[in-house]
Nanobody, 115 residues
Framework: QVQLVESGGGLVQAGGSLRLSCAAS????????MGWYRQAPGKQRELVAD???????NYADSVKGRFTISRDNAKTMVYLQMNSLKVEDTAVYYC?????????WGKGTLVTVSS
C-alpha cells in the first residue's frame, strides 16, 4: 500500500502562485508515474500534470506554461508549482501515483482562486 498526503492548498488571488506538495509513504519502492489531478465542483476529475519515473512530463492544455510538476531525487515526493492562477483553477487537487499498475490517491487539498 502507498499512502499519499498533499499539502500547500489554500486561498489565493487571481494571478498569484501556490506550490502543492505530495509525500508518499508505505510501499514506496518503485513508484512509477506520479501526478496531480483536480476536480472542480460539478465537474469530473481531470489530469493536471504527471511525471514519469524517467522525468517525462505531461500537462493539461489549460495549465501549460503556468504550472510545473517536479519530483525529488528519491522519487517519493511530487510537487506542483502553480503560477498565474485563474479563478477556473479552483478545485480540489489530488495527488496520484502508479505503482505496478495500481493507482493510489491522496485525500486532496483545496485550492481556491478568488477574483
Amino acid at each position: 500500500q502507498v499512502q499519499l498526503v498533499e499539502s500547500g492548498g489554500g486561498l489565493v488571488q487571481a494571478g498569484g502562485s501556490l506550490r502543492l506538495s505530495c509525500a508518499a509513504s508505505g510501499s514506496i519502492l518503485r513508484l512509477d508515474t506520479m501526478g496531480w489531478y483536480r476536480q472542480a465542483p460539478g465537474k469530473q476529475r481531470e489530469l493536471v500534470a504527471d511525471m514519469s519515473r524517467s522525468d517525462n512530463t505531461n500537462y493539461a492544455d489549460s495549465v501549460k506554461g503556468r504550472f510545473t510538476i517536479s519530483r525529488d531525487n528519491a522519487k517519493t515526493m511530487v510537487y506542483l508549482q502553480m503560477n498565474s492562477l485563474k479563478v477556473e483553477d479552483t478545485a480540489v487537487y489530488y495527488c496520484n501515483v502508479n505503482r505496478y499498475g495500481v493507482m493510489y490517491w491522496g485525500k486532496g487539498t483545496l485550492v481556491t482562486v478568488s477574483s
